[in-house]
């Protein structure tokens, strides 16, 4: 066969295996709110307990005593998968932790009172990283969106 032949073989190089302890690229993460901010919760979290709290309990839904312990479970069922789905997306949690804080943020919110204007409200607040006035919430993410 001639060199110009195009049936002709060309000899394929191997490469050498990559060896076990060669670290391979991190696949590209995609840009999730507040992707910067290390606090216990994620700051959805925060307001998904906050919201879902005064929603249930600073209305008027709460007019017979026996709605009550129905509020309270519906409390629960509805902010543990909201919170569970936040933390292992967007707070990056393992498994055992997300579980954890979205136990923790539907018992608050499963409490038969309202724990927005209470000392369990400025605790979800603070360990949200959520400030205390709705403007400074706005502001505060204006200047990361812009940051990144």
């Excluded at 505060?140 to 969106?145: C, D, E, P, V």
């Amino acid at each position: 066969m001639s060199s110009g032949d195009p049936s002709s073989s060309v000899p394929v190089d191997v490469l050498p295996p990559v060896p076990r302890e060669a670290e391979l690229p991190a696949p590209p993460r995609e840009k999730v709110p507040f992707e910067g901010l290390n606090t216990f919760y994620h700051p959805a979290s925060g307001v998904v307990i906050l919201a879902l709290d005064w929603l249930l309990f600073t209305s008027d839904l709460m007019t017979d005593f026996l709605a009550l312990p129905v509020m309270c479970v519906l409390g629960f069922l509805a902010t543990f998968p909201l919170v569970l789905l936040i933390q292992r997306s967007w707070g990056r949690n393992s498994w055992p932790g997300a579980i954890g804080k979205a136990l923790l943020g539907a018992f608050m919110v499963g409490l038969p009172f309202p724990v927005t204007g209470t000392l369990l409200g400025a605790a979800i607040l603070a360990l949200s990283g959520l400030p205390h006035h709705p403007v400074d919430a706005v502001k505060k993410a204006i200047t990361r969106s812009t940051a990144n």
